[in-house]
């Protein structure tokens, strides 16, 4: 990001480690915070009790097997 100009070399500088965040497959716990921050964004605050069980059990048994951005 620092050679296409969209994060700054002195920033990057100050870290001491590397941000190192596991693979969604490796914490299913964090699928609804992401879902909640999704409609959250849209402007309409995800609510639980509108959320189907079996949706919901999908998403947590998916391997995720690619990056989600």
Same mark, same amino acid.
């Given at each position: 990001m620092v050679a296409a100009g969209s994060f700054r070399r002195d920033l990057l500088a100050r870290f001491n480690r590397r941000i190192k965040i596991p693979p969604l497959?490796?914490?299913? =716990?964090?699928?609804?915070?992401?879902l909640s921050?999704?409609?959250a964004g849209r402007g309409a605050p995800l609510d639980p009790e509108r959320? =189907?069980?079996?949706?919901? =059990?999908?998403?947590?048994l998916?391997?995720?097997?690619a990056n989600v951005r």
């Open positions: 497959r490796d914490r299913a =716990e964090d699928i609804f915070a992401i921050a999704l409609a959320v =189907e069980i079996e949706a919901v =059990e999908r998403l947590l998916h391997d995720w097997p």
